[in-house]
């Protein structure tokens, strides 16, 4: 075994874990910080928060993003909020009721000193948010607002109207562009990370590509942060934003850094349903809603009634059925999967029969229509714009799309990947949320990694790591980026009949039916022969147009789907080989009489990394147990 | 959701390979538009039809597709984002054309954003103007309890109105004048009515509009297009607020501390 998969979890009782592990951390003295480089890849809620923090420290951080600004990483569109344990509303919350709601809402698959730190920080993020001025919502005595999420019995939730992400994005981005002002940290927009250069066993630099010139571009740092986000778009319809990729991640991983569980996938139960071939993405519709709007199907099966047609009698509300103590709040992978059972039993609704509704009706009769207006107006906005159906008069319609990805690189509990100097943070990184995300807890991850836990592990790294002096002329960099343009020219010179979308398109469909919300051996299996077939396929039948001497979107895709097939058919691999059930992972082969997932803890209690062996060889798959002190390991119930 | 009655459009779409090359109009026919496509979604049609005969795609900016990230831009028909009301270009559906249309797709136009490759603009400058002055200084670990300072829920709803702000620039890319006053003045209005940002707020406000102007934004003369281009429909009063932001400081603000931290 060559990894090390040692979590480095301190010492001593769960509480008092970070405290001291924040005094043992090596500091770096603070007229020495100024010596040090760090690179920072991707400006969301992870990576905008690292960058400005670590300049604010006194360290140089060259910052790239893929898009035109930073501003518009995607955790701008997170919609409904952000988890803090402040206990405001008086209903009993606290540092460890979160950390329990977010160990029990990951089916028992994370790492228990990781989510208790989560939990400790999270209220420092509230109070750095609004410093920072986030308008979060109010209410009228001036005192901050909240409200519930799923998984949670309660609210803690903060947010700011439906654009809670926006709002503290552009908060982290305002505080970076503060840095930028100062000459403290280097803005370079418009790149995609191509690789990592790895010296002497440590991260040391990153190959980027301009994509307005195509021109590869080397930067040396002396230990480099990934706060590039999750791979969804794997599944080619997700609600992730077009650019979200996992070439960053995979480059990584081909280095050195392990692939921690990657078949975790979070498939969000309330979503807009897919209604076209020509979809690019779909749209999510937040879980906040389900704070007001009742999910239900007609008991009839097939029934074509218009939802305004069929009795109260006749509708099963099947959440509130089955789970009668969380409701409509149930968690996401338990909603998913109730939603697909009932379409699969021929209830949906709609065209394509694949939806469920969401049906405000009574919130509305018991709230007034400006209440409802004032929650979810933009939301119900939105859904109108796209279905040209109004909310406020009929029933929403929707199905589970795939929105996160619990899995990614595995990170020690300094957030270090198995490549020394390579920091990995938010979704990018596997470590916090198990086999099931609750909501509201992506963009406090985000900003817990990149405020207040890696500002402190990156100085201890940077202290206590005997780091020798390189340059983007060393050898390292020159292999780095000829393997680039090896893989870019070979791509251009295949010459086939199939464009990069149609590839990217295909993969989709295996990842949706066979490592989507229900997997099976059989079906694995299908999807592990089509994606090998598929990517024999793609680097013999490839067109591509072009050269690299332009602002070539196609060839920039095609990149990225070439990453995303080898992606694809890790996932299934993974997903094949853990053979139980939990959070999102649903293996048709272990549930209980009540289709719920059944674990497997005596075998599974482990978090599954894999390493790179080479392009001819398979992947080997090494563990990191789990070790659970503080929470006895349960049947997740929500009934 | 109708998945029958598709459409042909005619496009003219305007093609320039780089910044300093030469642009044109040029033609095309998309055939069976679905009245369920973004308008993304019918240029990624477009796209596809160019790659399979070998030609160059049209290159265009979006990322989200969800009317959030601000990426997306073109003026569709003379106007930002299409000229829908509250509608980014990525939410516009092509329900809200005819079959036969012709449709005029060209970048944002604006000296402060130069044209990158077809419809893509370099809106870097909106950065630029951020780091003059758009935060609040509150360096991590510095702050209080999040309730220890009380914000009447009227100030922070219209603090959020003013926040909503996705720096598209489309209201840069309606002003006759090219100004970023609207984005500028959003910006400034959120943190000038919270009471985080009341110590920095007149430098701020000297510096943001100072370093606004020499980017090339021209200025405001109350036309008020940009307000009703903006897709997330920010008034300008905000403008107002940030005018008298700015009078305020220009009279009371001593001018040796005006350099720091000017973009």
Redesign the interface.
Known sequence: MSFNLDPKIPAGPLSEKWDKHKFEMKRVNPANKRKFTVIVVGTGLAGG?AS??LA?LGYNVLSFCI??????A?S??AQGGINGA?N?PNDGDSVRNLFYDTIKGGDYRSREANVYRLAQVSN?I???????????????????DNRSFGGAQVSRTFY??G?T???LL?GA???M??M???GKIK?F?RREMMDLVVINGKARGIIVKNL?TGELERYAADAVLLCTGGYGNVFYLS?N???SNVTAAWRCYKRGAGFANPCFTQIHPTCIPV??D????L??MSESLRNDGRVWVPKKKGDTRKPADIPEEERDYYLERIYPSFGNLAPRDVSSRQAKFRCDEGHGV??TKQAVYLDFRDAIKRDGKEVIAARYGNLF??YE????DNPYNTPMMIFPAVHYTMGGLWVDYNLQSTVPGLHVLGEANFSDHGANRLGASALMQGLADG??VA?YTISNYLASTPLEKVTVDDNAFKDAEQAVKLQTSKLLGIKGSR?A?EFHRTLGHYMWDYVGMSRSEKGLKTALDGIRKLKEEFWSDL?L??DTS??N??LHRAARVADFIELGELMALDALERRESCGGHFREEFQTADNEAKRDDENFTHAAVWEYTGSNSSPVRHKEELVFENVKLATRSYK | MATTNNMTLNLKIWRQKNQTSEGKLVDYRVENVSPDMSFLEMIDVLNDQLVRKGEDTVAFDHDCREGICGMCSMMINGKAHGGFKNTTTCQVHMRLYKDGDTVVIEPFRAKAFPIVKDLTVDRGAIDKVMAAGGFITANTGNAPDANAMLIPKPVADEAMDAAACIGCGACVASCPNGSGMLFMGAKVSQLALLPQGQPESPKRALNMVYTHDTLGFGNCTTHAECEATCPKGISIEHIARMNREYLKAAFTYHEKNRSEGAG
């Open positions: 928060s400005a923090t604010e898009q035109d600004t930073p501003r518009r995607h701008i569109a402040k405001y420092n509230i109070d750095q948010m609004v410093s920072q001025g986030v308008p979060f919502a109010r209410e009228y005595g001036g005192y901050l700011a109207r654009q992400g926006q709002q552009l981005y305002s505080g562009m503060k930028v002002a100062k803005q927009t307005i609600t934003a077009q650019h209604h076209g020509y979809q690019s993405k749209t999510l709609g065209p906005e939105m714009r796209i279905t040209a405020y207040f500002p464009t979308t067109k147009n072009g332009d602002y979107l196609e």
